[in-house]
């Protein structure tokens, strides 16, 4: 542990690259599910949070995954087009509309899903519960600037 504390550059520059090339394979594993609806990161990113959100609005969505609107349209464009989301306007507040999977978007999110899972359940599978749960929270200090 005290080893930790002596972080160089240069491990801290091999962390960075551990961090690519995990996002790049595990990015890689639904890759063609998502290009046969000619589909990228970008709609998985928005069909990830909706399917943890339900509900979500424009706005929130576009905090979340820290984007612009115009760029967001796009996407969601796709989405709505190809049925795998639906807009539902919200009862209290007409001016928002709230973002759902749609039944389509369901079935095609879980097999992206199910690409992705196994990388990560069997990582975390061949893995003592001390280093997950360590990991998690170096992960979450990450995203939180911590």
Known sequence: MKDLLYLKDDQIKEFIQLLYNA??????????ILSKKF???????????????PGINLGELIFEL???????NRV??????????KQVQDE???????LFLDKEGKIF???????QKKRIF?????SGS???IKFKDVLKKIINGK
């Open 130 to 132: 001390d280093s997950v």
């Open 122 to 126: 069997n990582a975390l599978k061949n």
């Open 109 to 115: 999110f879980e097999t992206v899903y199910s690409a």
């Open 92 to 98: 209290n507040d007409t001016r928002k509309k709230n």
């Open 39 to 53: 589909f990228g990161p970008a709609h998985l990113r928005a069909l990830n949070l909706i399917d943890r959100n």
């Open 66 to 72: 820290k984007v612009t609107k115009q760029s967001l």
């Open 23 to 32: 996002h790049r394979e595990t990015s890689a594993d639904p890759k063609e």
């Open 76 to 85: 969601l464009r796709d989405l709505i087009k190809s049925k795998m989301i």
